[in-house]
């Protein structure tokens, strides 16, 4: 089994990254046509070798500067080798696939029961259509008649490698996310089963601070942790006012080391689904932030107090940022630059998503390489990657990765 020397911890969004998951684009990417693209949150269709490959070379960029990189699907492998928990799994994941119809469950049960461990994860990653298995006349329902091969009976999930957004590690605990879109929901269920069976989480007695059973949406991409004390949490396309006062209920009242969130607002839009594809930390007083949104956001802060918490409303982001972290200067980067063009072109592809392995310095994609330009300028060390093909899924290299520990 996978191991890890020290406990699940994350206090700082930009303190030397020590182990992240990473999920490598696979199979579940040739489901992607262009009749079910929008549904599955794509925008186009990858190119499943070359995103792979830049894939690769993000995963060795982050170990040659000493990052632990764990997968996801190893992970789950892994524990579905316990017979038990693979047959736990199986029932589960029809479930939350919505497969009702009693000769398909059964039939499909006995299927991947035959199965290995490594060919259920992937099955459960890379999805199953009608057209991989062998069904009777006698067994076909309307659904099977009406989608004919597209039928997918377990969903394939390509959006699986932005790992940042299925879940959180919040301090010593986890946060699973309580997805918003029905392409995503399955991808908790994958976590969920880590957290619970694999010994990363279970020898440490990790806590969790939110999971799927709580019906307000909250993703793991709204979510910064900025310090000890203090984590920003996006109110966005995907995340709920609902949500984030359950979380912060959560944190407050079940021990963690955290006292304030900052909720920030943002407008809902396709092109910045998550907080972190518009502002993100570089350094101790640093931040990056998509100019083209100013003017439209709100900032309130949730304060915990001796008997539950209050809520009020900040100046701004600058001033609430300042009084949150203690700092007495916090320079706010402008991703793009002023040019509204350049900054909007640059954001859809994720300038803003930055990465920060350590005080200062970041891994972003090559080709925004106006805002990459300005980071460096301000003395941001800039670690560039290929990401035309991983572009695609519109998400950057802080969506890709799911840090377990930060020193
Ligand atoms: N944290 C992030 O911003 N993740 C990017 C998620 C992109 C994915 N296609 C989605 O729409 O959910």
Redesign the pocket.
Same mark, same amino acid.
């Given at each position: 089994m996978t191991k890890v020397v020290t406990a699940p911890r994350v206090n700082s969004e930009i303190n030397k990254l020590k182990t992240t998951i990473l999920h490598r684009p696979g199979k579940e990417l040739e489901r992607l046509t262009p009749q079910n693209l929008s549904e599955?949150?794509?925008d186009d269709i990858p190119w499943v070798r070359r995103i792979q490959e830049e894939h690769d070379n993000f995963a060795k960029v982050l170990q040659q500067n000493e990052v632990q990189v764990l997968y996801l699907q190893n992970l789950l492998e892994e524990i579905l080798k316990e017979e038990d928990v693979k047959e736990k799994f199986i029932e589960e994941l029809l479930q939350v696939n919505g497969v009702t119809s009693p000769k398909i469950n059964n039939y499909l049960k006995e299927f991947l029961k035959e199965k290995s461990s490594n060919e259920v994860a992937e099955i459960a990653i890379a999805g199953l259509a009608l057209n991989e298995i062998k069904i009777k006349k006698s067994m076909m329902g309307l659904a099977e008649y009406i989608y004919q091969d597209n039928y997918f009976y377990i969903k394939p999930l390509?959006?699986l490698y932005?790992t /940042?957004?299925p879940g959180a590690m919040i301090d010593g605990g986890l946060m699973i996310s309580s997805m918003k =879109?029905a392409?995503?929901k399955p991808e908790t269920l994958i976590l969920k089963y880590i957290y619970k069976y694999h010994e990363i989480f279970r020898k440490n007695n990790i806590p969790w601070w939110y999971d799927d059973s709580y019906p307000h949406s909250i993703?793991?991409?709204?979510v910064l942790v900025l310090s000890e004390k203090v984590i920003a949490v996006g109110c966005s396309e /995907?995340t709920t006012p609902q949500a984030i006062e359950q979380l912060a209920h959560n944190l407050f009242e079940k021990g963690s080391s955290v006292e304030r969130i900052l909720v920030v607002q943002i407008p809902i839009n /396709?092109s910045?689904?998550?907080l972190? =594809?518009v502002f993100t930390m570089v350094d101790t007083n640093r931040f990056v932030f998509y100019p083209g949104i100013k003017n439209e956001l709100r900032v309130f802060s949730i304060i915990k107090e001796e008997k539950g918490f209050s809520i009020h409303q900040e100046k701004d982001l600058q001033t609430a940022l300042k009084n949150a972290l203690n700092l007495y200067t916090i320079d706010i980067i402008p991703t793009g630059g002023l040019n509204a063009i350049t900054s909007a072109r640059e954001q859809w592809n994720?300038s803003t998503?930055t990465l920060a392995i350590a005080p200062g310095v970041i891994v972003t994609y090559s080709r925004n390489e106006i805002s990459n330009k300005i980071m460096e300028k301000e003395g941001i060390k800039v670690i560039p990657i290929e990401g035309s093909e991983l572009s695609r #899924? /519109?998400? #950057?290299p802080?969506?890709m990765t799911m840090p377990l520990l930060r020193e």
């Open positions: 599955l949150l794509f390509p959006n932005f /940042r957004d =879109t392409a995503r993703e793991g991409g709204d /995907r /396709r910045y689904m998550h972190d =594809t994720d998503n #899924g /519109r998400g #950057g802080r969506c």
